[in-house]
């Protein structure tokens, strides 16, 4: 077991690959975003390259723009698995990988939210993780009654307390406080029984919440959002976060923002794992890998790329291809949409250009080259203050990540940069943070409890 620090590893799942064009790769399932079996050869590849955790990104709705018309029919990023339900079927057919998913703190309530992450935290005995987002597209407000999603101060004001709540269900009960003693008939001990009791600007909740503390103690929590107010609640809640940067420098700051943010919360730097996306594309020399993203960068249409790019910049179809990128008046995510501009500006890309340089990462950074190449990559920001770990970026699934765990990860393990076997049965375990101490625990509320007894008598 490696004391020493190591890269940690997690794979993006969503859709049949990251790439715009995944779905036409000649080796991706064209179906595979709805078939269970595409998702187990997925997870399972990913737990022998003995990564971290499975990853899933969600919208709650279609989150792209019909912009231009037709973009929409021509992608696969449409239809996706509901991910806790996805997660738990993955559950039963891997053994030590780490499953997060994405739920959004704006369209849920925080009780369901607690109570479905510690069911999959039972279910997988340990390895389950929530990636908190904030929901920012006008699509999804669509679903929950109102016509646009709310502001960001809003979003993320409603994302802190929403947290906060589901922190405080996870320590209804303290670790042993079920004696299930069947020649006394007590069930469980009552002075370890938490009542939330929470009262604040956005939820009552009262608690407890009906699912036993879990086997991490409470689920590992993931965010993303890049914002001040997105930092500013990584900082104060997350163990790992996952984020998008270009370029080195780009890293650096930001990692340095958010655990310089921590010592307010008190908490050590060390608690919170940063974990950049890289979409990493190795061949066996740089001209195998280059053909390999060849492959999928010609089956990008111009449709699609406009539609890649109205997500953030809005529609660009009015100008031409072959022209420069305009100053866009209807941005729409503003982290990534800065990411978008300072690619094109630095590039001097036009339109297509643009478009192309971002099919693969999104904004994420791309490396393509030789096993030797990719871990350079990997081992410059992890050693220069920019990450803790990546989240790994498949173009397209499942062969994408085969690649990574067949090359790069014995690169990686090469330089003693990677694990070589799993350190512990859990993700928290797996990702080195400590196990959450139940804030209330010894804090005796016998009367609350012995009342909520006699009730269910
Ligand atoms: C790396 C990254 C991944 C994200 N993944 C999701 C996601 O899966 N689902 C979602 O609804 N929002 C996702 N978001 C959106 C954030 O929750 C947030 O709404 C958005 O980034 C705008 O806030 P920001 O400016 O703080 O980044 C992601 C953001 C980042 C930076």
Same mark, same amino acid.
């Given at each position: ?24 790769h ?5 179906g595979?975003n709805?078939?269970?079996?595409h &998702? *187990?050869? %997925?997870?399972?590849a ?5 990564? !971290?955790? @499975? #990853?899933?990104? $969600?919208g709650?709705?279609?989150r ?13 990023k ?6 806790l339900?996805?997660l738990s ?12 998913a994405t ?5 849920n309530?925080p ?7 510690a069911?999959l ?11 908190v ?15 646009k ?12 307390? &929403? *947290?906060? %709540?589901?922190?405080?269900l996870?320590?209804?009960?303290? !670790?042993? @406080? #079920?004696?299930r $003693? ?15 009791d ?13 699912v ?14 890049a914002?001040?107010q ?6 104060a ?36 794992k ?7 594309v ?14 999928l ?6 449709v699609?790329?406009?539609?890649a790019?109205?997500?953030y910049?809005?529609?660009l179809?009015?100008?031409p291809?072959?022209g ?13 949409a800065?990411i ?25 950074r ?15 920001w992890f ?30 393990q090469?330089?003693g940069?990677?694990?070589t ?8 375990g ?16 016998a ?6 007894g006699?009730?269910?008598?």
């Amino acid at each position: 077991m490696a004391s020493h620090r190591q890269i940690r590893l997690g794979v993006s799942m969503i859709g049949l690959g990251y790439h715009l064009a995944a779905w036409r790769h000649p080796d991706a399932p064209a179906g595979g975003n709805m078939e269970l079996q595409h &998702f *187990v050869r %997925v997870t399972q590849a990913a737990e022998r390259g003995l990564f !971290d955790m @499975a #990853f899933l990104a $969600d919208g709650v709705g279609i989150r792209f723009h019909d912009e231009p018309p037709g973009a929409l029919c021509h992608t696969s990023k449409n239809v996706q698995f509901e991910p806790l339900t996805l997660l738990s079927a993955l559950a039963m057919v891997t053994e030590r990988i780490g499953l997060v998913a994405t739920a959004s703190t704006t369209y849920n309530e925080p009780y369901h939210v607690a109570r479905k992450f510690a069911s999959l935290d039972h279910i997988s005995d340990g390895r389950a993780g929530w990636n908190v987002v904030t929901s920012v597209t006008d699509m999804e407000a669509r679903n929950f009654n109102r016509d646009k999603a709310p502001g960001y101060d809003a979003r993320y004001d409603r994302a802190a307390e &929403f *947290v906060e %709540v589901v922190r405080g269900l996870w320590e209804s009960w303290e !670790d042993d @406080a #079920f004696v299930r $003693d069947k020649a006394s008939g007590l069930n469980y001990d009552p002075g370890k029984l938490h009542v939330l009791d929470h009262h604040g600007p956005h939820f009552q909740v009262r608690g407890p919440l009906n699912v036993a503390r879990t086997p991490q103690g409470a689920p590992v929590i993931v965010q993303a959002g890049a914002s001040e107010q997105g930092r500013e609640l990584a900082a104060a809640t997350a163990d790992v976060v996952y984020a998008a940067a270009q370029r080195l420098e780009d890293a650096q700051a930001y990692y340095a923002s958010v655990k310089g943010r921590m010592a307010r919360y008190g908490r050590a730097p060390e608690a919170l794992k940063i974990m950049p996306g890289i979409m990493a594309v190795p061949g066996r020399t740089r001209q195998e890998a280059e053909d390999k993203y060849a492959v999928l960068q010609e089956l990008v249409q111009p449709v699609v790329g406009l539609g890649a790019l109205s997500n953030y910049l809005g529609d660009l179809s009015g100008f031409p291809l072959e022209g420069p990128v305009p100053e866009p008046t209807n941005r729409r995510m503003h982290s990534r949409a800065q990411i978008f501009l300072d690619i094109a500006r630095r590039g001097g890309l036009s339109i297509r250009q643009l478009y192309l340089a971002v099919a693969g990462g999104n904004g994420h950074r791309l490396v393509i080259g030789t096993p030797v190449d990719i871990a350079d990559a990997m081992e410059e920001w992890f050693l220069n203050g920019a990450a803790d770990g990546f989240n790994i970026l498949p173009p397209w699934l499942p062969g994408g990540l085969e690649d990574v765990v067949e090359m790069v990860v014995p690169e990686l393990q090469r330089r003693g940069l990677y694990r070589t076997g799993y350190e512990s049965r859990t993700l928290r375990g797996n990702l080195g943070i400590a196990w959450p101490e139940h804030r209330r625990a010894g804090v005796k509320r016998a009367a609350i409890a012995q009342a909520l007894g006699s009730a269910a008598q």
